[in-house]
């Protein structure tokens, strides 16, 4: 019967007792290696003998049983072979490291943890860990790293300025993160010294002028930057003096008798001992250096900038400290320099600083044998640092610098808001001048002139009106010296020409039977340089229809006695074409009277000044009246008529006619008035006063 046998392959002999093994022998235990079939000793060979049967050689079925591992052992076993290899990396790792528990107690650190902080790591454990990194020295950092010990933060870094128990100083960047299943943290401490020290140098290099070594305009706004901000949070954490609790000497509350040291220091204590909430600012320019660099180079200039440096560091070291130091010297970029002042105490420090940095620079400079004398143009600005920005304390520093320097130069200037109020309208007038023309904002009065004997009006001036949108009706001298600046004046002009010109011949169709008037338009010595004046005016005559002798154009003394060139070419054109010139405002200038036998002129206008002087006929000044007759004998022995300005009282114009002067403009007569008005007084019978 064929099958598998259920005994042993080579059972024992019936009656023999296996023997015990010997100690030669291995246990073996089946389950600790792999199977194999037994193998017949090298003696029990035998040859093969021949089967006839084909039926299968007795072997095993299966090899033996074994007991199966269970999984999470082997897991177990495998958690404790990873434990005992990171517990391995974290001794022998080169980052400083320590376990934290939720409480922010150590539990355990590496060699290199007690390394960097000068300790055993072995003594470190059971310590705040926040106290041995700096972790509590501020809120924000604080507040932080508790957020990541509850779990609400998934990490966070820092960088720390610890204190190493030989007495150096390292910078350390301290990293906090959990360790995952776990509530403990990981906190890691790496060195970062170099790297700081390498950072600084970077930074100074970047933050400094390599010419003077002082600060320059970045780290400049950057501090003035960071002084506004920490005095705008002093201002919103002070205290009101009259919320503080009031007390006697001995410390018991009191509600009477004030003390006077307490009312007048209050607003003092308010912001902190030696800080004042204040800002100063002086910002200087050197006067004349690009003469300096122009004539011996840049090399001496860039010594004489490294000098000036030196002697304005001095100033601000001598001037006082504030709790950041000495005040900060920066150079801004040219011959362009600044010293600020934080927690100043009033203008007049600003004031007593400026004047020390005058004096020190007023010294001369020995540049290598080269000696040099400057001088500086200082603007100083001091306010309350709340509410101010640094775009603010910078623009009014230079248009205080700016006045410094057209009041003279060589001195300093304190900024002044009305003045400063009047420049900002006049940067808004300058602004709009040019649309304002486009839009039809200007108008023109016209003020008569009027003979003197007779009282008949013989022309008018004509005088432009800015109807401004936000300022009301300006008069011309808001506004055409803006214009003669900007370059407007040529489109404002030609549009005032062609405006007077046209009114004056409408005012001659209108009354044909009377004697014609002629129109008197100022001109500015622009026009004629900026635009083809005689063209502009031939071609407004024409356009017109006005007669050439029916217009008068006025230029003031200064601008006519300077004439040469093109501006006498042009003057003598117009008068070839019968244009009649005046000199206005004549005796205020240049007076050179032999100018008056070479240029085309036919009128002369006497400046107010000498007319005020007939005004108090009681107490008249004789030398006014002698002045007066002069010119005006002088100017009828060269053909020329002249007309007195500012006539306001019938005494004056009874002098005037006495002395000879021809025709009269002023308040006497009629104010600047509408087209309108002049038209009546054209039409009218009976004369103005005379």
């Given at each position: 019967m064929s099958g598998t046998?259920?005994?042993?392959?080579?059972?024992?002999?019936?009656?023999?007792?296996?023997?015990?093994?010997?100690?030669?022998?291995?246990?073996?235990?089946?389950?600790?290696?792999?199977?194999?079939?037994?193998?017949?000793?090298?003696?029990?060979?035998?040859?093969?003998?021949?089967?006839?049967?084909?039926?299968?050689?007795?072997?095993?079925?299966?090899?033996?049983?074994?007991?199966?591992?269970?999984?999470?052992?082997?897991?177990?076993?495998?958690?404790?072979?990873?434990?005992?290899?990171?517990?391995?990396?974290?001794?022998?790792?080169?980052?400083a490291m320590a376990v934290v528990d939720q409480n922010?107690?150590?539990?355990?650190?590496?060699?290199?943890?007690?390394?960097?902080?000068?300790?055993?790591?072995?003594?470190?454990?059971?310590?705040?860990?926040?106290?041995?990194?700096?972790?509590?020295?501020?809120?924000?950092?604080?507040?932080?790293?508790?957020?990541?010990?509850?779990?609400h933060r998934n990490r966070f870094r820092c960088t720390r300025r610890l204190k190493h128990p030989d007495g150096r100083s390292l910078w350390a960047e301290v990293t906090v993160s959990p360790v995952p299943d776990s509530r403990r943290v990981l906190l890691s401490i790496a060195d970062i010294s170099d790297?700081?020290?390498?950072?600084?140098?970077?930074?100074?290099?970047?933050?400094?002028?390599?010419?003077?070594?002082?600060?320059?305009?970045?780290?400049?706004?950057?501090?003035?930057?960071?002084?506004?901000?920490?005095?705008?949070?002093?201002?919103?954490?002070?205290?009101?003096?009259?919320?503080?609790?009031?007390?006697?000497?001995?410390?018991?509350?009191?509600?009477?008798?004030?003390?006077?040291?307490?009312?007048?220091?209050?607003?003092?204590?308010?912001?902190?001992?030696?800080?004042?909430?204040?800002?100063?600012?002086?910002?200087?320019?050197?006067?004349?250096?690009?003469?300096?660099?122009?004539?011996?180079?840049?090399?001496?200039?860039d010594r004489l900038l490294a000098a000036v440096a030196a002697r304005l560091t001095e100033c601000a070291d001598s001037?006082?400290?504030?709790?950041?130091?000495?005040?900060?010297?920066?150079?801004?970029?040219?011959?362009?320099?600044?010293?600020?002042?934080?927690?100043?105490?009033?203008?007049?420090?600003?004031?007593?600083?400026?004047?020390?940095?005058?004096?020190?620079l007023q010294r001369p400079f020995d540049l290598g044998g080269q000696r040099l004398s400057v001088s500086a143009s200082i603007g100083v600005v001091e306010r309350l640092a709340h509410g101010t920005t640094a775009t603010g304390l910078m623009q009014a520093a230079d248009t205080t610098l700016y006045w410094a320097k057209a009041d003279g130069k060589a001195r300093w200037t304190l900024f002044d808001p009305e003045r400063n109020?009047?420049?900002?309208?006049?940067?808004?007038?300058?602004?709009?001048?040019?649309?304002?023309?486009?839009?039809?904002?200007?108008?023109?009065?016209?003020?008569?002139?009027?003979?003197?004997?007779d009282g008949a009006v013989r022309g008018v001036e004509a005088l432009v009106r800015w109807n401004h949108p936000q300022f009301g009706v300006l008069a011309p001298?808001?506004?055409?010296?803006?214009?003669?600046?900007?370059?407007?004046?040529?489109?404002?002009?030609?549009?005032?020409?062609?405006?007077?010109?046209?009114?004056?011949?409408?005012?001659?169709?209108d009354h044909p039977r009377e004697r014609?008037?002629?129109?008197?338009?100022?001109?500015?010595?622009?026009q004629v340089w900026d635009s083809d004046l005689v063209a502009d005016v031939a071609g407004i005559l024409a356009d017109t229809g006005l007669a050439p002798h029916l217009l008068q154009l006025e230029l003031t003394e200064s601008a006519v006695m300077g004439s040469a060139g093109r501006p006498l070419q042009a003057l003598q054109a117009l008068s070839d074409m019968g244009v009649r010139i005046a000199i206005d405002d004549f005796g205020t200038g240049y007076s050179n009277l032999a100018y008056l036998s070479r240029l085309p002129v036919s009128v002369l206008k006497l400046d107010g000044s000498f007319v005020r002087g007939f005004q108090d006929e009681e107490h008249a000044n004789p030398a006014d009246e002698l002045i007066v007759e002069a010119l005006v004998q002088l100017a009828h022995r060269l053909g020329l008529t002249v007309t007195a300005e500012c006539v306001e009282t019938s005494g004056q114009a009874s002098r005037l006619r006495r002395i000879g002067c021809d025709t009269g403009q002023g308040w006497l007569y009629s104010r600047a008035v509408a087209p309108d008005r002049i038209a009546e007084l054209i039409g009218g019978t009976e004369p103005l006063r005379v």
């Open positions: 046998p259920e005994g042993p392959v080579h059972p024992e002999p019936p009656g023999v007792t296996p023997a015990e093994p010997t100690l030669t022998e291995r246990h073996v235990d089946p389950c600790t290696v792999p199977y194999a079939e037994p193998r017949a000793e090298p003696s029990a060979v035998r040859p093969p003998e021949r089967r006839t049967d084909r039926r299968p050689e007795h072997r095993p079925a299966h090899p033996p049983e074994c007991p199966r591992e269970d999984p999470e052992d082997r897991a177990a076993r495998r958690r404790e072979a990873e434990l005992r290899d990171y517990s391995a990396a974290f001794r022998a790792a080169q980052l922010g107690v150590v539990v355990d650190a590496n060699d290199s943890f007690g390394t960097l902080l000068g300790a055993e790591a072995a003594s470190l454990r059971r310590q705040a860990a926040a106290d041995l990194v700096d972790l509590a020295s501020d809120g924000r950092t604080w507040h932080a790293y508790r957020e990541v010990l509850r779990g790297r700081r020290e390498l950072q600084a140098r970077l930074r100074h290099l970047q933050m400094h002028d390599p010419v003077t070594r002082l600060p320059n305009r970045t780290l400049f706004f950057e501090r003035l930057s960071a002084a506004l901000e920490t005095a705008a949070q002093d201002a919103e954490h002070a205290l009101d003096p009259h919320d503080l609790p009031e007390t006697r000497a001995d410390g018991d509350a009191r509600g009477d008798d004030p003390d006077p040291w307490e009312s007048s220091h209050a607003s003092y204590r308010s912001y902190g001992y030696g800080r004042t909430g204040r800002i100063g600012l002086c910002y200087l320019d050197l006067d004349g250096f690009k003469a300096v660099n122009d004539t011996l180079g840049h090399r001496v200039g001037d006082g400290y504030t709790r950041h130091g000495g005040h900060l010297v920066a150079r801004l970029g040219g011959d362009e320099f600044a010293i600020l002042v934080e927690d100043s105490t009033g203008t007049e420090q600003l004031a007593d600083l400026a004047r020390s940095v005058l004096r020190a109020a009047h420049r900002m309208t006049r940067q808004s007038l300058s602004s709009t001048l040019r649309p304002a023309v486009e839009r039809g904002e200007f108008t023109l009065e016209y003020q008569p002139l009027v003979g003197l004997t001298n808001r506004f055409i010296g803006i214009a003669e600046e900007d370059g407007s004046i040529v489109e404002l002009g030609r549009w005032v020409l062609r405006t007077a010109c046209r009114q004056a011949r409408q005012w001659q169709k014609p008037i002629f129109v008197s338009v100022n001109v500015a010595v622009r």
